[in-house]
């Protein structure tokens, strides 16, 4: 069974930071070209951060730039989301995908990645 594992979730004050986590032991990070999405109640699922295969390469959603830094360690078989300045409009869940994009695909475009993880739950107070 193919899975992703997010964690580092949890319930934060307005203005810390985390970092968030993705896992797996049936993908190879280094095959995928992976992504973040995050799921604010009530709303749909919106692209966050990329990161290509080899981990060089990285992209952000306009609203989130300057705030969060995706990367990844190959070797751990890891992929990170480092959320600083969290704001409340930050709640949700974040989510962790994999997929294999072709030329011309869009990296914000969810159903280009086929295995996603269960969510990590992030609460920012006021």
């Known amino acids: 069974q193919v899975r992703l594992v997010e964690s580092g979730g949890g319930l934060v004050q307005a203005g810390d930071s985390l970092r968030l986590s993705c896992a797996s032991s049936t993908v190879t990070f280094s095959s995928y070209q992976m992504g973040w999405f995050h799921q604010a109640p009530g709303r749909e699922r919106a692209f966050v951060g990329y990161?290509?295969?080899?981990?060089?390469?990285?992209y952000y959603n306009v609203p989130v730039r300057g705030r969060v830094t995706v990367s990844k360690d190959n070797a751990k078989n890891t992929l990170y989301l480092q959320l600083n300045n969290l704001q409340p409009e930050d709640t949700g869940v974040y989510y962790c995908?994999?997929?294999?994009?072709?030329?011309?695909?869009?990296?914000?475009?969810?159903?280009?990645?086929?295995?996603w993880g269960q969510g990590t739950q992030v609460t920012i107070s006021s």
């Open positions: 990161i290509d295969a080899p981990g060089r390469t990285t």
């Open positions: 995908a994999a997929g294999t994009l072709r030329r011309g695909d869009s990296v914000l475009d969810a159903n280009k990645y086929f295995y």
